[in-house]
């Protein structure tokens, strides 16, 4: 018979919110933006020379487009639009940043971590809220 288990619990991360914090976030906000813009760019990039050939193709041989082109076409037109709605998302995220009280805890991550049950032990207690309160990459505290 066991006596023991090793289980994982999530550890929820919270950062308490400085000027520090805020700048490194709009900072990789503002980093994943221009990435993009950039892919945003290279996919209507594509879309306007598979477009220049479906042209080309249609004069050439009556007007038809193959299927490949068309999924072609509709696969770039819906990562298109994935990446504008998450461009989107991003600019709002942004914005609320701005708006985040100095020195209020927010939720960043998460993480497991293992806990010990034994056979007498309370489960609730083992299982309740673990966090680590970080300021500025810097673990200030740990509730386990």
Known sequence: MVNSIKVKRPVTIKTIVTDVFKKQTVDEINKEMHLLDSQIMQLELQNKQIQDQVT?????????NPEQIQQALAE???RLQQMTMLKQELHSQRESIGHLALENEVVTGSLENYV????????????KEAEIIVRDGIIQEIKA
């Open 56 to 64: 080309g193709f249609s004069s050439q041989y009556g007007g038809e």
């Open 76 to 78: 770039i037109s819906n």
């Open 116 to 127: 010990e049950l034994q056979i007498g032990e309370n489960i609730y207690e083992k299982f």
